[in-house]
């Protein structure tokens, strides 16, 4: 597959996820507010959520020699971009939760990360 086809993949999987986090249908049905441990779950969620974008990242930039540090800021500027969004929808989230938000952004991309050193990424 083409890097171009490869991007395409990874913007489609990263707007897609950008939506979904700044849904409050997503957010209620993700992780129910009435579940004593839904801020874990919606965590966790989010974790994996950055890993995914973070391993489409790493498919369309496979070869290059700074990639986890490229996904682990890249995720954590993501991240960053869904708290501003989510400050814009009406998040009632503190700033010290926005903060926590993006540290997942980044631990997503670190995990990505060694996830994608351990698989055979190439250039295409």
């Given at each position: 597959?083409?890097?171009?086809?490869?991007?395409?993949?990874f913007?489609?999987?990263?707007i897609?996820?950008?939506?979904?986090?700044?849904?409050?249908?997503?957010?209620?049905?993700?992780?129910?507010?009435?579940?004593?441990?839904?801020?874990?779950?919606?965590?966790?969620?989010?974790?994996?959520?950055?890993?995914?974008?973070?391993l489409?990242?790493?498919?369309?930039?496979?070869?290059?020699?700074?990639?986890?540090l490229?996904?682990?800021?890249?995720?954590?500027?993501?991240?960053?971009?869904?708290?501003?969004?989510?400050?814009?929808?009406?998040?009632?989230?503190?700033?010290?939760?926005?903060?926590?938000?993006?540290?997942?952004?980044?631990?997503?991309g670190?995990?990505?990360?060694?996830?994608?050193?351990?698989?055979?990424?190439r250039?295409?």
């Amino acid at each position: 597959m083409t890097r171009s086809l490869r991007f395409a993949v990874f913007l489609t999987l990263a707007i897609a996820l950008y939506v979904a986090a700044l849904s409050n249908a997503v957010y209620i049905f993700a992780s129910p507010p009435d579940l004593d441990w839904h801020t874990l779950l919606r965590k966790t969620e989010s974790v994996v959520a950055f890993i995914i974008v973070g391993l489409s990242a790493a498919w369309w930039l496979a070869g290059r020699r700074n990639l986890p540090l490229i996904l682990i800021i890249g995720m954590a500027a993501y991240s960053a971009s869904i708290e501003i969004g989510q400050s814009f929808t009406g998040s009632p989230e503190s700033w010290r939760l926005h903060i926590f938000d993006i540290a997942c952004g980044a631990l997503g991309g670190y995990i990505a990360a060694l996830i994608a050193q351990a698989l055979p990424l190439r250039e295409g």
